[in-house]
């Protein structure tokens, strides 16, 4: 009797789990597709063009790049600001997220009242918070400045001042910082007692228990956070054009195009120039060049942070 060959059957088994798979992967694959692969595709086609949104594009060869990289004046105040951001406030936001989860963790009364003070900041509109900070810190007839003045500091002027405009854009972003605050102590809650129970036995202190206890637990949650951080200040653009055409003082009428960067460049980051050369100069090759500029450097930071030589994760055995 001829033995029954099983391969074709088996054949058709893997084709069907690899048709059911790609069935439920297809939702995320449409989507990473339209929102994400075409889109990177088109801006690298887009860079290597001289394209005005309404001409026929025009091959032009490496002159975007050429005039992105060597030509651009404010190229290297827009990198320059982005990058200063991305370490600064992603290094403040986490540092004061953790404490403020911390601190609140540690309150033995009126948690509700505090956990929810904290994190309504955070639930203001961009714009609208961005308004309020800007008023805030008006070096004339701010609340901030006269409270300063009354106690004999001499105030900054805040938004109008070069050295002091992006600071304030930190400061408003750790008025903000519910989301971070909530994240933060979730993971503290769900550190085990009992391994600061161990901690309390051995006397170790505030400190070492946070270092050997608290730390190694969070390190995944900080990881998250900085990461995170890293992507959206990458992309950080309504807050530092609304606060510098508010502090400019400038009205904002139909048909107006706003110049971003007050004052002095110093809030000018690279999504406003993106934003700037392709839908104010309609120059959309060099505004191609630059997204995809930041995209680079933002996948490079990503990768060296997620290494395990960055520092954030515990290595594994």
């Not at 971070?180 to 129970?197: C, G, H, N, R, T």
């Not at 530092?240 to 706003?258: E, T, Y």
Request: glycine content about 8%; proline content about 7%.
């Amino acid at each position: 009797m001829a033995s029954t060959n099983p391969a074709p059957a088996l054949r058709r088994k893997h084709r069907r789990e690899r048709l059911r798979t790609l069935g439920f992967l297809s939702p995320w694959l449409i989507g990473f597709s339209v929102f994400f692969g075409y889109p990177l595709l088109a801006t690298v086609y887009f860079s290597f063009m001289h394209y005005n949104q309404i001409e026929q594009p025009d091959f032009v060869g490496l002159k975007n790049w050429t005039y992105v990289l060597t030509q651009m004046p404010l190229f290297g105040p827009a990198l320059w600001n982005t990058l200063w951001l991305v370490v600064v406030m992603v290094a403040l936001r986490v540092a004061f997220g953790l404490g403020m989860g911390i601190l609140v963790t540690k309150i033995k009364s009126g948690v509700g009242f505090f956990r929810t003070a904290f994190y309504l900041p955070y639930l203001a509109p961009p714009v609208a918070a961005t308004v309020a900070f800007v008023f805030l810190l008006n070096p004339g007839s701010g609340p901030v400045n006269k409270i300063l003045g009354a106690v004999g500091i001499s105030a900054p002027e805040w938004f109008n001042d070069p050295a002091w405009a992006k600071p304030s854009l930190v400061m408003l972003s750790l008025w903000g910082i519910g989301e971070l605050m909530v994240i933060f102590m979730a993971s503290l809650l769900d550190v085990p007692k009992e391994q600061y129970e161990a901690a309390d036995l051995d006397g170790a202190g505030a400190w070492a228990k946070f270092r050997y206890v608290t730390w190694p637990a969070i390190t995944p949650i900080v990881m998250f956070a900085v990461v995170t951080g890293v992507v959206q200040t990458m992309q950080y653009y309504t807050q530092a054009l609304v606060a510098g055409k508010l502090a400019s003082g400038v009205s904002i009428g139909p048909g107006s195009v706003i110049q971003p960067g007050y004052p002095d460049h110093s809030t000018l980051t690279v999504p406003q120039l993106v934003y700037s050369l392709g839908f104010q100069n309609f120059n959309t090759g060099a505004a191609c060049v630059l997204s995809l500029v930041l995209f680079v450097i933002a996948m490079a930071v990503t990768t060296l942070l997620m290494r395990k030589r960055a520092g954030l994760l515990p290595a594994e055995d």
